[in-house]
């Protein structure tokens, strides 16, 4: 692949983990903040829009970085690599916890706010276990980046 086309796929694969990791993040502090309201349907509906937020922005974000670092890797690199084959091995974990865990959880914790109320104590309990790993997934994607940084 010529410089121009590998450049413009690098520029996507960057964009697309600026959205993942930064949406990520900037979840963290959203939920940080609405469990720290004073109102107490803040925090369910907070976790309302992040849980959106996955299936609509950071899931199909995470398929197009995965994509672009497909081919990135066959044009100018090697599967064999440490820092790819890990990069894709933690890419991997990332989503198979969102598919498995956030997403059926997430699920579970919004019937309990629905049926139980913003006050649930469950469904604060199970929310505040999402936002525990979401937290790990956090510092996966950190990790993820310094790997393409790096090179090690």
């Known amino acids: 692949m010529s410089d121009l086309p590998y450049t413009l796929v690098k520029y996507v694969h960057v964009l697309a983990a600026m959205v993942w ?13 609405a469990g720290k309201a ?22 199909p974000t995470a398929i197009l970085l995965f994509i ?15 820092w790819v084959s890990v990069s894709m091995a933690t890419w991997l974990v990332l989503v198979l916890i969102g598919a498995l865990y956030l997403g059926p959880n997430g699920e ?19 929310l505040a276990r999402i936002f525990l790993v979401t937290r790990l997934q956090l510092v996966l994607l950190a990790f993820v980046v310094f790997l393409m940084v790096a090179k090690p």
């Open 68 to 82: 672009a670092g497909l081919i990135l890797v066959i044009s100018r690199w090697q599967f064999s690599a440490l």
């Open 38 to 59: 004073d109102d107490p349907a803040e925090l369910p509906r907070t976790a309302r829009a992040i849980g959106a937020l996955g299936l609509r922005i950071f899931l």
């Open 108 to 126: 579970k914790v919004g019937k309990l706010f629905a049926t139980e109320g913003p006050t649930s104590v469950a469904a604060r309990e199970g």
């Open 21 to 33: 990791v930064g949406g990520v993040f900037y979840s963290q502090v959203l939920a940080w903040r």
